[in-house]
């Protein structure tokens, strides 16, 4: 790639010469595209698009390995879950978060907040809702919406019986 100015061509200049604050904040505009990109994010792609071309990739992106923010997110439930009042219905192990309802046992994972329920691993489509909801007060962890999010899923499954929204109750059937 060459810069140009006024017509002439410049070498491009080395990553070195950018100033640290403009590469770090374009990098994490590019981390943030692409964090949010991928199809394996969107719960409405678990049939894998046209043709299910892209089943599998969608279920290793939903279901698959931790990346190092989940695994950090792994050790902070470790230790977070078991303060919680629903902590003697939840398990973290492996990849997920089990979380025990009356009605079903509910993995949620713990890279992309999907969820499968028993029985056989049925995936089940919760998504939240735009705009969020409100203010909940201080949670202890700041920067992980994810976290957030698997925990709002959690304490709603942990009393799935309660649930009320149509979408999510034809789907616990």
Known sequence: MWLRDGGDRVARPALTDIPEL??????RDVDLFVGVASVGNDPTWQDGGPGGRFREYWTRYGFGELNQS??????????????LAMADRCTVGGRLLEVRGDLHTYKIHLGSGNILRTPNDQYLCIVPKAGGGPDTGYLPFEGDGMLSLILSKATMLS???EITDPTIV????
């Open 22 to 27: 403009v590469l770090s904040e374009v990098l």
């Open 70 to 83: 989940a695994a950090t997110r792994r050790e902070l439930l470790t230790r977070l879950v078991p303060r």
């Open 159 to 161: 009393r799935d019986k």
């Open 170 to 173: 034809s789907q616990l059937r």
